[in-house]
Nanobody
């Protein structure tokens, strides 16, 4: 069993900052790409940022220069620092990880966290 547990969402005023964190636990052999997605009401889930095990990151155009993704491979965690937040950043944010488990070492499986609400409003 593998779990992804997110933390750090909440309500913030426009221009403010929040930091999201996600910890993966369970029978993990290795983790490839980790990332953050978001879904606003009425919209499809979209990629916000992702980072490989080697540290290469990519971002959605809408968050470049404002958000920063990082990970700690030793702790199986990924974080998203969100600065200069805008009302349009309001969404449920989901952690995602491509995980190879000890019992299925020949393949990777996509795991999702339960989601954390981020609301940007004055």
């Amino acid at each position: 069993q593998v779990q992804l547990v997110e933390s750090g969402g909440g309500l913030v005023q426009p221009g403010g900052s929040l930091r999201l964190s996600c910890a993966a636990s369970g029978s993990i052999f290795s983790i490839n790409t980790m990332g953050w997605y978001r879904q606003a009401p009425g919209n499809e889930r979209e990629l916000v940022a992702a980072i490989t095990s080697g540290g290469s990151a990519n971002y959605a155009d809408s968050v470049k220069g404002r958000f920063a993704i990082s990970r700690d491979n030793a702790k199986n965690t990924v974080s998203l620092q969100m600065n200069s937040l805008k009302p349009e950043d309001t969404a449920v944010y989901y952690c995602n990880a491509e995980i190879v488990t000890k019992s299925s070492w020949w393949r990777q499986t996509n795991y999702w966290g339960q989601g954390t609400q981020v609301t940007v409003s004055s």
